[in-house]
């Protein structure tokens, strides 16, 4: 088992200095951005793919600070219904897939996307409880026209190139839960797709990953270590399916996800947050989440991903790393 980082909250940092910070928390893997909704200033995809002095000298520095590089992240929307974005993060997932296996490593991790509605749809279109027929045609047309014709060219680029596509269950997207996530693996009949267990969105959503982690098996390959605190006033009064996200206002900073679409910002009170790793669930149930995960696949890294705005910066990704070392203890002593 390997703990480490998902670098994404240190894009601002230099790449070596980066690699020391991960170090000096007592961490041991990393796992980098390779595109999609994000750019990848740790990893410099165009000449890792040009040539092998390049490949070998970017793993180097990362075995020099005595880390592992464990995944590609590359999480964005490859089947949205506007081509200026689908096209871009379609192909950057393909380019992470060729370069994963380049560098030996195992691991990409993204998300299933989200198609329109039908074929003449320009906006991707989230179907929940689909207790209509007409909700259940959007997501015929869905699975059958879009996302299985794309993954199944997916999924045979993975097996020929040795690679594992870790899929994070994220809403907004055709798999962002177990049962939607076995239902993409078995009509593909594939082995090289599984989870990237991300316990945060499972949280939000009432799925106890626990409970996931036993389900699923050997279909989890890959982890992410992200905590999430429900705010049960605002939770009794508006539910989980809080439509209150607002885009950014002009001249307010904007995360851009492809194209013209941006990271609306939450609300105020909103019924869920993400926080550091202990500030939602404690040191035992990340000891659990831990367990569960080695009973499962003991060779698994686990990144944290620190999204905490209370916590913001190095004070945040500080603490993540002690409650996960904590945890990892903790774990011990019970062994």
């Known amino acids: 088992m390997n703990l480490g980082v998902y670098t994404s909250c240190m894009h601002e940092v230099e790449f070596a200095d980066m690699l020391n910070i991960v170090a000096d928390l007592g961490l041991s893997s990393i796992e980098v951005n390779a595109g999609g909704f994000l750019a990848s200033p740790h990893l410099p995809v165009a000449a890792l793919m040009a040539t092998e002095k390049a490949r070998r000298e970017y793993l180097a520095t990362i075995r020099g600070a005595g880390l592992v590089l464990t995944a590609l992240n590359v999480n964005g929307n490859p089947l949205h219904p506007d081509i200026e974005v689908s096209s871009r993060h379609a192909e950057d997932l393909r380019t992470a897939i060729h370069l994963a296996a380049l560098l030996g490593i195992r691991n990409v991790v993204t998300m299933s996307g989200q198609p329109g509605s039908d074929p003449g749809g320009t906006a991707p279109a989230w179907i929940v409880e689909p207790w209509n027929s007409a909700a259940t045609e959007v997501l015929d047309y869905q699975w059958d026209s879009v996302a299985l014709p794309f993954w199944r060219t997916i999924d045979h680029m993975a097996r020929d190139l040795g690679v594992q596509i870790c899929i994070e269950m994220h809403p907004h997207n055709l798999v962002y839960n177990p049962a939607t996530l076995v239902r993409l693996i078995e009509r593909l009949g594939t082995n ?40 049960p006033h605002s939770v009794h009064l508006n539910g989980i399916l809080d439509d209150r996200f607002r885009p950014p206002a002009p001249g307010e900073p904007a995360t851009r996800l492809g194209g013209r679409y941006v990271l609306n910002n939450f609300p105020e009170d909103p019924p869920w947050q ?14 659990r989440f831990l367990d569960a995960l080695g009973t499962v696949n003991p060779d698994i890294a686990i990144n944290i991903e620190h999204e905490d705005s209370e916590l913001a910066g190095r004070a945040g990704l500080v603490h993540s790393a002690e409650a996960l070392h904590a945890a990892a203890a903790a774990l011990t002593r019970d062994i």
């Open 274 to 287: 993400f926080v550091a790793i202990g500030r939602g669930h404690d040191i035992e149930y990340w000891a």
């Open 192 to 231: 090289r797709i599984g989870a990237e267990m991300d316990p945060s969105h499972l949280f939000w959503q009432g799925i106890e990953p626990i409970t996931a982690i036993q389900y699923l098996g050997d279909r989890v390959f890959h982890a992410a270590a992200k905590d999430v605190r429900m705010n």
